[in-house]
């Protein structure tokens, strides 16, 4: 069973607000994803680390921003939101080890920007 | 370059059977299949690598066919649990293991 958290399940707020969206992991996993879905449709990757201190943009340009200062932590924050950030975002890691790994996921964060 | 899933949808009684295949221009180094039931997270199923293996899961297998750069998801004798989206995704580069995922194959199970 995977442990990859994330908070706040939802969360509604108006324009021009600081969020933080949080994602924890417990299994010590390098690698860690962050990636955006809209309803009924396929996920994109925003953002992508390797290990602390490393962190990479994905396919999808988002005005969101990535830290990751501990192994098992992976905000993501957006500094003013807009009624364009609405949307679900994923959090994944994957094992560290040698080959393709399986990523887990979190449940998600259900993003509305009033 | 995302991969294309077909069918777009599909629908069927249980213990009937299915396919869903997975196509990418590129060539392709790995294959991720998963599930998304709706409101939840994706779920892993499995991992195809390159060299045409097949794997299973319970009644669902795969297989990937690196000459036609396609990899096909076999559902056999469909339970109702295995209704959900399907998503495949692609590794951009040998290694990379950053996904491009398919727009998905919604799959219903009706008794």
């Known amino acids: 069973e995977a442990d990859i958290y994330q908070t706040p399940r939802y969360l509604v707020i108006g324009t021009g607000k600081k969020i933080t969206l949080e994602c924890s992991q417990t299994m010590g996993h390098d690698k860690m994803y962050w990636y955006q879905q809209d309803p009924g449709m396929e996920l994109h990757l925003i953002h992508y680390s390797y290990g602390v201190n490393s962190t990479e943009k994905g396919d999808l340009s988002s005005e969101s921003t990535v830290s990751r200062i501990r192994t098992e932590h992976f905000p993501l924050t957006l500094e003013s939101a807009r009624p364009s950030h609405t949307s679900q975002y994923l959090c994944a890691s994957s094992a560290n080890r040698p080959g393709n790994q399986p990523q887990h996921f979190g449940d998600g964060t259900r993003l509305s920007i009033l | 370059q995302q991969p294309v899933q077909s069918p777009q949808a599909v629908i069927l009684r249980e213990g009937e059977d299915a396919v869903i295949n997975c196509s990418s221009s590129?060539?392709?180094?790995?294959v991720h299949w998963y599930r998304q039931k709706h409101g939840e997270a994706p779920v892993f199923l499995m991992i195809?690598?390159?060299?045409?293996e097949q794997k299973g899961h319970e009644k669902i297998s795969a297989s990937f066919n690196e000459k036609k750069q396609q990899s096909s998801l076999y559902l056999t004798a469909s339970q109702l649990s295995y209704s959900g989206t399907y998503f495949c995704?692609?590794?951009?580069?040998?290694?990379?293991?950053?996904?491009?995922f398919g727009k998905g194959t919604k799959l219903t199970v009706n008794p």
């Open positions: 590129k060539a392709l180094y790995s």
């Open positions: 995704g692609t590794e951009k580069g040998g290694g990379s293991e950053k996904l491009v």
């Open positions: 195809l690598l390159k060299g045409g």
